[in-house]
């Protein structure tokens, strides 16, 4: 059975579960403290530290660099999801680094400063240590006080995807492709920490959304 190695509130892990749920097959999720990478580290052998990574008996799967977009591929090759189509190579390519730069940028941050409602009380230091180790001293009291300004930022950001979504179910056509499951996993981080709803001005992405929580291969299928 394939294996999630992930943390639940991860951006990049929530694509990658929607993406498995959305399949059908059978997976397991195994979490690990965000703080801790010796599980991830080991299966891939001192490769690789981030998450998620992918176990599918004795093969590991992890991403080689910030665009690699391998485990997306690896699923999409195995379970014959259609989230890579040719028609769509280059402009999927162009809109993942944007949502994974424009809206993750913004979206991780909003729920980051609510780490204490999601991170257990004995990794909270490694978690700020973390934070500012790579964003600065002091970036989780900063981006909050930024609260409001980082939501106007991300509202922006989303504006293009609302209108993408104006006239059709899914960003790019009638079923969900890799960007749609991209988007879902920044957005379902963004809204981990339930303390903002998505943007009232995207009304659009909102359906889109609700869409994406629940769609799966088999009613994309059945629709076309
Ligand atoms: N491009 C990778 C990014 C993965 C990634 O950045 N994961 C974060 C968690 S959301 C992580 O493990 N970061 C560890 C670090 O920055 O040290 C992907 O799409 O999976």
Redesign the pocket.
Known sequence: MIELIQFPW????LAQKRILEYSGARFKVVNIPCTDRALVWRLTRQRY????IIRDGKTVVF?TN?D??V?AKYLDTKLQLGLFPHTWEGVQAILWRHI?KEVEGFAFKLNDIYFGENVPARNRLDYIR?KER?FGAGCLQQWRQEQDHLLVQLTHGLVPYEQMLADKSYLLDASPRFVDFDLYGMLANFLYANHHPLPQAHAHLRSWYERMSRVTLKTTRQAL
């Open positions: 991860s951006p990049f892990c530290h981030k998450v998620p991403e910030d690699s977009q485990i994974e973390y790579k």
